[in-house]
């Protein structure tokens, strides 16, 4: 298991970056693949992007794809997600999730370890 926690959140202006991170605890962070999901108000959780427990492999949701960047440093035990072009339809509450195993998930219950979450508001 691994404790996560999330932070970066914030407000921008449509067009502006933000990055977020999402702290691990624990010593098997490595083994890991680690996703991010959002949430805004009324709709249900969808995916944004996942990146394998070596990082040699990352996916994107299509409403992100050239707009966001998922890295991994595990060495410090985070995970990260660049946020470029940002716009107002990506407002949202953005987890954090981990899954015991190398290779990377798409679906949320894929995931057995989440964050609080962290709030990004874009502004038009």
């Known amino acids: 298991q691994v404790h996560l926690v999330e932070s970066g959140g914030g407000l921008v202006q449509a067009g502006g970056s933000l990055r977020l991170s999402c702290a691990a605890s624990g010593r098997t962070f490595s083994r890991y693949a680690m996703g991010w999901f959002r949430q805004a108000p009324g709709k249900e959780r969808e995916f944004v992007s996942t990146?394998?427990?070596?990082?040699?492999?990352?996916h994107y949701a299509d409403s992100v794809k050239g707009r966001f960047t998922i890295s991994r440093d595990n060495a410090k035990n985070t995970v990260y997600l660049q946020m470029n072009s940002l716009k107002p339809e990506d407002t949202a509450v953005y987890f954090c999730?981990?899954?015991?195993?190398?290779?990377?998930?798409?679906?949320?219950?894929?995931?057995?370890?989440w964050g609080q979450g962290t709030q990004v508001t874009v502004s038009s």
């Open positions: 999730a981990g899954r015991i195993t190398s290779t990377i998930a798409l679906f949320s219950t894929s995931y057995g370890n």
């Open positions: 990146i394998s427990a070596s990082g040699d492999t990352t």
